[in-house]
């Protein structure tokens, strides 16, 4: 009887082991799909920093955005393979994002809103994904940034409402920009990272790098949704500006380029906390 019962147990515990085995599977592979996307993220926005950094010093050659940033991989040394590594980080950001939308736990307002914008959020990165594998396969062929948002918001003028919708959709830039550099300011990312596997001297500097970087961020937001109210203000499409643009618009301040620059600078630093939550985020 003792030796069936050990047996049983040994049983239960193989059957055990392998359901774990077959649950982790898939986290893992959402979790290594986080960590890609996080990482194809940071070289995007340090790329983006790096040529708003340049327009303010006077070069006003390259687009500081996602088409700008992806010219300059282009031009690399195997640039084409690094543009399709992208796609897949991209892909992989999607796919994490949309497990998380799909796989949420508990309920309530707060956890559905929460489930809503990693859908949301998903859908936005399965659209940058796909715009840099347009790019890669066809060398850099498309409208930049800058002439996008203009017809985008040229059509939307042109419905039913239409400079209701678009006026209500610049207040909703303006606000995410504000919640960003707000989340920033007060370091609410550090909830998301693993601090307790950083010693002291990363933890200052991760928290840096978020609190720079972030409200960087959060300024482009907020400056890009400006430009769309006043696009929709005066149903004027062409006041809608892209990121190039919005970017360019800090150096006629009356800070002049030295805002850009300070700008492009923590664009960089959150390329580089992208870098760390790709390193430390808890997926």
């Known amino acids: 009887m003792t030796s069936a019962h050990a047996h049983g147990r040994r049983g239960g515990a193989k059957r055990g082991g392998r359901r774990s085995a077959q649950r982790s599977a898939p986290r893992e592979t959402f979790t290594a799909a986080g960590r890609a996307g996080f990482m194809a993220r940071g070289v995007v926005y340090v790329l983006i920093g790096v040529l708003a950094a340049r327009i303010g010093l006077g070069d006003r050659g390259e687009q500081a955005d996602r088409q700008g940033a992806l010219g300059q ?104 920009g504000v919640v960003l550099a707000g989340r920033a300011g007060l370091r609410r990312f550090l909830r998301r990272l693993d601090t307790g596997a950083m010693s002291r001297r990363t933890k200052r500097a991760v928290t840096v790098l978020g609190v720079g970087g972030g409200v960087a961020r959060g300024a482009v937001f907020a400056a890009a949704g400006l430009f769309v109210v006043v696009a929709a203000l005066r149903f004027e499409p062409d006041e809608a500006k892209g990121v190039d643009e919005t970017l360019r618009s800090f150096a006629t301040t009356p800070a002049g380029p030295w805002l850009l620059i300070a700008v492009a600078f923590g664009l960089v630093l959150f390329g580089v906390f992208s870098f760390a939550s790709a390193r430390w985020r808890r997926l």
């Open 73 to 176: 991989i282009a031009a690399q040394p195997f640039g084409d393979v690094m543009l399709w590594t992208l796609v897949v980080g991209f892909a992989g950001m999607a796919l994490w994002r949309g497990s998380r939308a799909v796989r949420g736990k508990g309920g309530g307002a707060k956890q559905a809103g929460s489930r809503l914008l990693d859908a949301g959020r998903a859908v936005f990165y399965v659209s940058v994904g796909w715009g840099t594998a347009v790019y890669a396969a066809g060398q850099g062929q498309g409208a930049d940034g800058d002439a996008q948002s203009r017809d985008w918001t040229a059509k939307a003028l042109g419905l039913p409402y239409g400079q209701v919708m678009v006026g209500a959709a610049g207040c909703v830039l303006i606000g995410v």
